[in-house]
């Protein structure tokens, strides 16, 4: 994870203060950052938490439904997008990832023909 600009701006200003770099590069490595640690995919993943949660509480199945639907798809994002960064051993990540959701879907599908 990659470090906020509120974590790196004091020793920014201490390396320009030591002469160590100047402000305007001081500036050009802080926009490389991210300026707040709450990502939009973190606050969806926690809109997606509340809503299996209120539609479980609600007795809703629908929200239940778009709540892990919502749940999957952020945490599929961030699987291709760490598999992508690992180019090296990425291969092998999609294969175990791809074997993984075989697996789930399989037993899911077990679990249906369980429980009618």
């Known amino acids: 994870m990659k470090p ?9 200003s201490r390396w320009v203060q030591d002469n160590l770099i ?19 995919a973190t ?3 926690l809109l997606g938490l509340a809503a299996v ?8 199945r ?11 798809i952020i945490i599929l994002s961030f699987y291709v997008r760490l598999a992508g960064s ?3 051993t990425g291969m092998l990540f999609l294969s175990a990832g791809t074997l993984l959701l075989i697996v789930i879907f399989a037993l ?9």
Request: proline fraction near 5%; charged fraction near 20%; glycine fraction near 4%.
């Open 4 to 12: 906020s600009q509120r974590s790196l701006k004091p020793h920014l």
């Open 22 to 40: 100047t402000q305007d590069q001081a500036n050009s490595i802080l926009l490389k950052y991210p300026t707040d640690s709450r990502s939009p």
């Open 43 to 45: 606050i969806t993943f």
């Open 53 to 60: 949660f209120a539609g479980y509480k609600l007795h809703r």
């Open 62 to 72: 629908h929200l239940v439904t778009l709540g892990i639907i919502v749940e999957a």
């Open 86 to 88: 690992m180019l090296s």
């Open 108 to 116: 899911h599908k077990l679990q249906r023909t369980i429980l009618k």
